[in-house]
Each structure stands twice: as structure tokens, then as C-alpha cells.
């Protein structure tokens, strides 16, 4: 076995990168593994027989490659694939999902707006933890918002652009107190959501799952023993990135990650 541990990454596309790039800052003498399902994005407009589908070809590559623990970084994936991946592989899996819990806590009488695919805003995994936690006061306004994933693959991350678009799917005039960021991608617009709505608090799972990561490699005993920084291997759908531009890009997003 490896001294360091492996954890894999995979997301529809480039989103689950921020996720990464988090639990890289809290365990940076692990390796990791991210896979970038680029042939198949967007997920969110997908059947779920496709998304299970390509989930278990992303699980089945990093396990190959020595995964210890496996986060998907993916919130319609999670919602439609998790319960397979984990009835089918023995490792772990860490699964994100729209961070609607302390969204409710925080704001219980205000608006809260919800952002996400189409896949995870009909799915019925977020449907259950709204019914958990929110009672007949909470204020809720679920939108679908695809073409975030599509400007986040091309890397068009200018506020006037962003703005545009959420102008044509969210009625900033509600004074949202809260956003919750239900897709990895979505990270990447923190500012152009607080510029379009104003003074919001955003809020998405990432720390919540990079938590659960730690303490599920704790449980299995991978957590790494020191801090000298593992390396990152990029795929896209199953082909090991190499080529500069592509690692620059991922690079800039690591940087995005870390800035907003």
C-alpha cells in the first residue's frame, strides 16, 4: 500500500475541482486523483440510467488507479448515483449535496434561493432533506440554472456575462437573504451571484464534505501521516491529461477556487 493516501475526485465536468482544491488545502500530503468526465457533461439535463452509467465507469478508473476513498464531487450525480456506487464497490464514497440544512438554520423566515441542475432540482434526494429540515415557514425558491455549468466549462467567468444569464432565471427582486450553490460548478460565480443579488450569503456543501472525507479516512486509517504535498492526476473521461493548456486551465481553476 501506498505511505500516501489516494483520493479520487469525479465530476460531470470541471466543477468538482473547487471541491478538490479545498481538501487539498486541509490534507495536502495526500494524492489525488481528479476525473473529469468531459465527454458526457452537462449530467444535470441526463436520464439516470446515463448518470449511474458514467459514474461507475469514473469509480471504476480511479479505482484502478489505487483510489483509497472516492468523493463525488457532483451534486446530480450524488443524487442520482451514490446509493449504486455504494451498494457496488467496496470503498468509500463521499457524495455532495445542496447545503439547504444550514441554509434553513440560518434563515428560517427569510427567502432562501436554490440553485442547481434540472436533475437535482426534480430529484428526489433534495426533495427528502427539504422535507427533513424546512417546515411550512421556510421560504424556498428552487431554480434550475444549467447554463452556469456550460459558462463554467468554457471558463467565461465575467461578471457582465454571468449577470445576464441569471438575469433570465432568477427574479432578483425576492431580496434573497441566502443562495445555496446546489452544483460543484457553480462555485466559480460567488461574485457575480453577490453582484446580481446583492448582499447574500452563499452558501454550497464543500466544507461539509471535505469534513466527512477526513473522517471517513480517519475511519479507514489513510489519513495522510505528514504534510509534504502529494501529487494531482488529471483524467478526462478516462484519458490522462497531459497536454499544457489543459493543465493550465485546471490550474486557473484550483486559483478561482481559492480566490472567491
Known amino acids: ?21 479545498h481538501a487539498r488545502d486541509r490534507l495536502p500530503g495526500a494524492e489525488y ?9 452537462p449530467y444535470g439535463t441526463k436520464s439516470r440510467e446515463q448518470i449511474i452509467g458514467y459514474s461507475c465507469r ?15 464531487a457532483c451534486n446530480t450525480a450524488t443524487s442520482m448515483a451514490i446509493e449504486h456506487l455504494r451498494k457496488t464497490y467496496p ?14 438554520q440560518y434563515y428560517p423566515h427569510d427567502n432562501i434561493l436554490v440553485c442547481a441542475t434540472p436533475v437535482t432540482i426534480a430529484g428526489e434526494r433534495l426533495h427528502n432533506l427539504i422535507h427533513h429540515w424546512a417546515d411550512d415557514e421556510v421560504q424556498l425558491s428552487l431554480i434550475p440554472t ?12 465575467d461578471t457582465e456575462t454571468v449577470c445576464a444569464y441569471l438575469d433570465t432565471v432568477i427574479d432578483s427582486s425576492k431580496k434573497y437573504a441566502a443562495v445555496v450553490l ?18 447574500v450569503h452563499i452558501i454550497d456543501g464543500t466544507a461539509g464534505t471535505v469534513n466527512r472525507l477526513l ?4 475511519g479507514i486509517g489513510r489519513l495522510p501521516k505528514n504534510l509534504v504535498p502529494g501529487k494531482v492526476t488529471y483524467i478526462r473521461s478516462g484519458r490522462l491529461v497531459e497536454d499544457d493548456e489543459s493543465l493550465a486551465f485546471f490550474r486557473l481553476l484550483e486559483q478561482r477556487s481559492r480566490m472567491l
Do not use: W
Open 58 to 72: 469514473a469509480a471504476e478508473y480511479l479505482m484502478d488507479a489505487g483510489a483509497d476513498a472516492i468523493v463525488v
Open 146 to 157: 444549467p447554463g452556469l455549468v456550460t459558462l463554467a466549462e468554457n471558463a467565461q467567468f
Open 33 to 41: 486523483l481528479y476525473y473529469a468526465d468531459t465527454d458526457n457533461v
Open 1 to 21: 500500500m501506498s505511505t500516501k493516501p489516494k483520493i479520487g475526485f469525479f465530476d460531470s465536468g470541471v466543477g468538482g475541482i473547487s471541491v478538490m482544491t
Open 91 to 104: 470503498i468509500p464514497f463521499i457524495g455532495m449535496e445542496p447545503a439547504v440544512k444550514p441554509a434553513i
Open 215 to 218: 473522517h471517513v479516512l480517519d
Open 182 to 199: 446546489g452544483c460543484t460548478h457553480f462555485g466559480y460565480f460567488r461574485d457575480s451571484f453577490r453582484a446580481f443579488l446583492g448582499d
